[in-house]
T-cell receptor, first 115, second 114 residues
């Protein structure tokens, strides 16, 4: 069964450092998303991406965040200068059709710890 | 009012029993509804989509009440493996508020005991 994969599973970084979280969406999917979940809180939408551009982003997704699809398979989330409050689980998701008409499948997540 | 609200639980359920819980959503124009399950520190996994007519998948039954803006999930013959957090998820696609942006509830914890 096709699945979304994410690397690394756990990233520890110092405050102010840049991190790149990587995702490989399901191969025939066209829509990609990042969500985050702070420990003990609900899953929150960050950004959606289609046709090599951002479709929608939340208030959380400020100038410190960026996304990229550098090749035909990877989808990355970059945080330029990490803050303590960026510590969370980051989930990548993909769907074959626009998110409201098709199921979003989630990767296993990257746990980001900012010290 | 929160976009998606759920009773956090926990619902302690004896094995073999039935458990049901709801969630409410605030945006009346929302179009798509889902139940995901999440195990501790794992990713959300789709349990089932929720359709207006109600739908069943094995031991799981989901209902949607658009008039009252709530979604329910019923689990029959609970198994130990059903212990998880159940996430109510709404996609307000079709409103000005979304393009595939899933809105998650905080989850309802279910603990099935032997």
């Amino acid at each position: 069964e096709p699945e979304v994969t994410q690397t690394p599973s756990h990233q520890v970084t110092q405050m102010g450092q840049e991190v790149i979280l990587r995702c490989v969406p399901i191969s025939n999917h066209l829509y990609f998303y990042w969500y985050r979940q702070i420990l003990g809180q609900k899953v929150e939408f960050l950004v959606s991406f289609y046709n090599n551009e951002i479709s929608e982003k939340s208030e959380i997704f400020d100038d410190q965040f960026s996304v990229e699809r550098p090749d035909g398979s990877n989808f990355t989330l970059k945080i330029r200068s990490t803050k303590l409050e960026d510590s969370a689980m980051y989930f990548c998701a993909s769907s074959g059709l626009a998110g409201g008409t098709d199921t979003q499948y989630f990767g296993p997540g990257t746990r980001l710890t900012v010290l | 009012r929160k976009e998606v609200e759920q009773d956090p639980g926990p619902f302690n359920v004896p094995e073999g029993a039935t458990v049901a819980f709801n969630c409410t959503y605030s945006n009346s124009a929302s179009q798509s509804f889902f139940w995901y399950r999440q195990d501790c520190r794992k990713e959300p996994k789709l349990l089932m989509s929720v359709y207006s007519s109600g739908n069943e998948d094995g031991r799981f039954t989901a209902q949607l009440n658009r008039a009252s803006q709530y979604i329910s999930l019923l689990i029959r013959d609970s198994k130990l493996s059903d212990s998880a957090t159940y996430l109510c998820v709404v996609n307000p696609l079709g409103t000005t508020d979304s393009w595939g942006k899933l809105q998650f509830g905080a989850g309802t914890q279910v603990v099935v005991t032997p």
